[in-house]
């Protein structure tokens, strides 16, 4: 089965940065989407990052300018660099690989375990 392992988060103060890493254990991983998502305490889970298997990337108006969302197809691996925090980017932070879907395959999403990042004042 597809396993992402998520790390990198921690204790940071605001202004300082974090770089997480999720790596994925597939075969066809330059084919898939890959997402980071943040879920701040008691709120819904949102999309802060994306990047599509043709390297383009898109980001929550939030995080824009301040966070980078990067792969390396040859270690499957996607990378989230995270500068200038705020404390409001605190939360739990999970990677998802979207595989797309076809005749023979649907579409399916697979998550990371989440990695906790909290920025103080």
């Known amino acids: 089965q597809v396993q992402l392992v998520e790390s990198g988060g921690g204790l940071v103060q605001a202004g300082g940065s974090l770089r997480l890493s999720c790596v994925a254990s597939i075969t066809i991983f330059d084919i898939t989407s890959a997402h980071w998502y943040h879920q701040a305490p008691g709120r819904q889970r949102e999309l802060v990052a994306s990047i599509s298997m043709e390297h383009h990337t898109n980001y929550a108006e939030s995080v824009k300018g301040r966070f980078t969302i990067s792969r390396d197809n040859a270690k499957n691996t996607v990378y989230l660099e995270m500068d200038r925090l705020k404390p409001d980017d605190t939360g739990v932070y999970y990677c998802?690989?979207?595989?797309?879907?076809?005749?023979?395959?649907?579409?399916?999403?697979?998550w990371g375990q989440g990695t906790q990042v909290t920025v103080s004042p």
């Open positions: 998802k690989i979207t595989i797309p879907g076809g005749t023979y395959y649907t579409p399916l999403d697979y």
